[in-house]
């Protein structure tokens, strides 16, 4: 990205308009987090409910208190150790952080990106940038530039290409607003992270903590039915489905070989990273292909693997269910 772009993009910003951006989770769709009217735009863009808050993405440390009121102990501790990074803190917010932002909660959700394009774009613009996943509310997340297009076409008006993102899954995020931390998305900072840099460990989430509507348990998902299943169950699945005619698209893992012909097959990486890395984009391959159903091999229940099961298991329950025979 030269920065004649950079520039186009900030002015973009600054009269309300829609940028969509790289960042290392996934892209995120841009507007400035002050603007009521560019807010308004952002939300029909995504077809997402008005009182869902969003992250306001900052340059740098220093804007913090621009937008929260409190930063607790446990926040300093975890914004030393993460930022700029995949972490996203929820906080109290500070009068600065309108409704349009919190969906009129008492607290803002922060997030200071690390990937270069998404920190030059901040510093540059100088303010917050609100910024939700660049995806049509309850789908899959992009990350590429060419997702975004796919996503929103001509409803953003510029989509900078940092090439595909680097962790490939949303930011962890962590409610940093009292005495323990409590994790409210799971992502490649992961929980036993957390605690580490926190010194104490997670408390569960309780009835006071802030609603976090975008961890849906329906989200993330497919438009083809989505299965995760053990997988000789899954070759069985799709060997019969196949038979009965039906197409089947398969995300697997093992080295497990198709029984039939004629299955939409990807292999996915067997390490943790780069299974992440890949997955939306598989995600929407098998999508693309139009099949009557997508079966994903099970993964295993073990820490590394937590923010992916927990994103295939909203898939899995936001896909449209399998029409009956
Ligand atoms: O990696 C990411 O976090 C990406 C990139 C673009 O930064 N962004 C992202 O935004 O995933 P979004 O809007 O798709 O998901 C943000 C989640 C939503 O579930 C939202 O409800 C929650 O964060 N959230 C934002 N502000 C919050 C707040 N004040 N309290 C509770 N949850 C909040
Ligand atoms: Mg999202």
Same mark, same amino acid.
């Given at each position: ?111 200071? #990106?690390? &990937?270069?394009? *998404?920190?030059?774009?901040? $510093?540059?613009? +100088?303010?917050?940038? /609100?910024? %939700?996943? =660049? ?50 998305? #799971?992502? &490649?900072?992961? *929980?036993?992270?957390?605690? $580490?840099?926190? +010194?104490?460990?997670? /408390?569960? %989430?309780? =009835? ?67 299974? /992440? ?49």
């Amino acid at each position: 990205m030269n920065s004649a772009e950079l520039d186009r993009a900030v002015a973009i910003l600054k009269r309300g308009g829609l940028v969509a951006f790289p960042t290392e989770t996934v892209y995120g769709l841009g507007a400035d987090a002050r603007n009521p009217d560019a807010l308004a735009k952002l939300y029909a863009a995504k077809g997402r409910p008005a009182d869902h808050p969003v992250i306001v993405h900052l340059g740098d440390v220093g804007q913090v208190v621009q937008w929260a009121r409190e930063i607790t102990p446990i926040a300093q501790k975890l914004a030393r150790q993460f930022w700029p990074g995949p972490l996203t803190m929820i906080l109290k917010r500070a009068p600065g952080a309108g409704d349009a932002v919190t969906g009129g909660q008492d607290t803002v959700g922060i997030r200071i #990106p690390s &990937h270069a394009i *998404a920190h030059a774009l901040l $510093e540059k613009f +100088g303010g917050g940038v /609100a910024a %939700p996943s =660049a995806n049509r509310f309850g789908r899959v997340s992009a990350t590429t530039a060419a997702h975004v297009r796919q996503e929103f076409g001509d409803a953003v008006d510029l989509v900078l290409d940092g090439g595909a993102s680097d962790v490939g899954i949303e930011s962890t995020i962590v409610d940093a607003t009292g005495a323990a931390p409590v994790l409210l998305r #799971p992502g &490649h900072i992961s *929980a036993r992270d957390i605690e $580490e840099a926190a +010194g104490v460990p997670l /408390a569960q %989430p309780t =009835a006071q903590s802030p609603r976090a509507p975008g961890t849906l348990a329906a989200h993330y998902a497919p438009a083809t039915p989505l299965l995760v299943m053990e997988s000789d169950l899954l070759l069985e699945l799709a060997a019969t489905l196949t038979r009965q005619g039906k197409k089947v698209a398969v995300l697997a893992r093992s080295a497990l070989q198709p029984l039939v012909a004629g299955i939409t097959w990807i292999a996915a990486p067997a390490d943790a990273a780069a299974y /992440a890395h890949d997955l939306y984009a598989n995600l929407r391959t098998l999508d693309a292909a139009g099949c009557d159903a997508m079966l994903v091999e099970q993964l295993p229940q073990l820490a590394e693997w937590a923010a992916i099961n927990d994103r295939l298991g909203r898939a899995a329950a936001g896909s449209r269910p399998p029409s009956s025979p």
